[in-house]
C-alpha cells in the first residue's frame, strides 16, 4: 500500500475517534460546571478542558478570558482549531474521499452523512439545553462509522492502518481525561476524598462509559481512585483502558508484519508499552507520581505516532 494511502486510512480513524473523544471531554467539563463550587478558584473546569485536549495554547492566542460560550464555540466549530468537532469531522472526511475505492459503501456513507449532518448545526443554535443532545449525537455517529468499519471492512492492510489510527488517539484521550482529573482539577490534598472529589471522579468514569461497567467489575459503589486510575489503564475488559488500546495497536502492527514480512522499530516500541502495561502495578505507579506516568505514556504514544509513520512513508 502507498505510505499517502495508508496515512489516509489512519487519519480518517484517528479524526473520528478524536471528534468522540472531544464530545467525551467536552461533556465532563460541561457537567463538572454544573456541580456546587465549580466556580471557586483554582476549580476552572473550563480551562482544565482546554488543557486536556492540549487546546489552551490555541485558546489564549484568539480570546482573553475563558467563557463556557467561548469554550464550546471553540472546542466544537472553530475550523482555526484543529482539534475542534467540526475541524476533525471534516479532516477525516477528506482523508476518507482520498482513499474512496479502498472503504466499503457503508463506511463511506457513515462518514459523509455525519458531516452532512454538523454541517447543518449552527453555532448559535448551540444552547446551554441542546449542548448534552448534540455531544451525544456526535458519539453515535461515530459509534456508527466505528460499527460500519468493524462489520464491512476486509481484514486486511486497510482495516489495520485504520484500528491503529483509532487506538493511538484512544489511548492518548484516556491519558489525558486521567491526568486532569488528577493534576489540575484537584490540586489541593487536602480535597481528597471530598464530596466534590469523588462526584468528579464519577463524571470520569461517565466520560469514558465507565461508570456503570467500574461499579460491576469491581462491585463496589464507592469511587476509589486507585481502582478508577487501574480501571482505566491496567484493565484490559475496559475497552477505553491504556492496555487495552494497546492491545488492539499490538494486533494491528501484527497484521501489517504478517502482510508485508517485515516489522519495524514501530512494532518494538508497541510491544515495549504493552509489557510495561501488562507487568503495571497500581501501586508503584501512584508511589513514583501517577501524573509523572500519565506524561511519560503520551510522549510514548506520540513517539510511537511518528514511528508508524516514518517506517510506512506517511508523508
Avoid at 473550563?46 to 464550546?72: G, M, P
Amino acid at each position: 500500500m502507498l505510505g499517502r494511502t495508508a496515512s489516509s486510512l489512519y487519519w480518517m480513524s484517528r479524526y473520528m475517534e478524536r471528534a468522540e473523544n472531544m464530545a467525551r471531554l467536552l461533556e465532563v467539563g460541561y457537567r463538572i460546571s454544573l456541580m456546587p463550587g465549580a466556580v471557586e478558584g483554582h476549580r476552572d473546569e473550563w480551562r482544565s478542558t482546554l488543557q486536556s485536549c492540549a487546546c489552551d495554547l490555541a485558546y489564549e492566542k484568539k480570546h482573553q478570558d475563558i467563557t463556557s460560550a467561548r469554550v464550546i464555540d471553540f472546542l466544537i466549530f472553530d475550523e482555526d482549531n484543529p482539534s475542534s468537532i467540526r475541524a476533525s469531522i471534516k479532516t477525516a472526511r477528506n482523508n476518507g474521499r482520498a482513499v474512496r475505492t479502498a472503504l466499503t459503501r457503508d463506511v463511506w456513507e457513515s462518514i459523509n452523512t455525519t458531516w452532512n449532518e454538523l454541517a447543518q448545526v449552527k453555532p448559535s443554535s448551540m444552547t446551554a439545553d441542546r449542548l448534552p443532545v448534540f455531544l451525544e449525537w456526535v458519539k453515535q455517529r461515530v459509534m456508527s462509522f466505528r460499527g460500519a468499519l468493524l462489520g464491512t471492512m476486509l481484514r486486511n492492510d486497510t482495516y489495520c492502518f485504520s484500528q491503529i489510527g483509532n487506538f493511538l488517539e484512544r489511548a492518548d484521550n484516556t491519558a489525558r481525561i486521567l491526568d486532569v482529573k488528577y493534576f489540575i482539577l484537584l490540586p489541593k490534598a487536602t480535597d481528597v476524598g471530598s464530596d466534590l472529589d469523588m462526584q468528579q471522579w464519577a463524571q470520569i468514569l461517565r466520560s469514558v462509559s465507565g461508570h456503570r461497567s467500574y461499579r460491576w467489575f469491581y462491585r463496589d459503589s464507592n469511587y476509589r481512585p486507585w481502582l478508577i486510575s487501574e480501571f482505566l489503564i491496567l484493565r484490559e475488559e475496559m475497552p477505553r483502558s491504556l492496555i487495552f488500546s494497546y492491545n488492539w495497536i499490538n494486533r494491528g502492527l501484527a497484521g501489517l508484519a504478517n502482510l508485508y514480512g517485515r516489522s519495524y522499530d514501530c512494532h518494538d516500541q508497541a510491544r515495549e508499552t504493552y509489557d510495561r502495561l501488562k507487568g503495571g502495578n497500581m501501586e508503584q505507579i501512584f508511589q513514583s507520581g501517577l501524573h509523572e506516568f500519565l506524561q511519560g505514556f503520551i510522549t510514548g504514544n506520540s513517539r510511537l505516532a511518528q514511528s508508524i509513520s516514518a517506517n510506512y512513508n506517511f508523508p
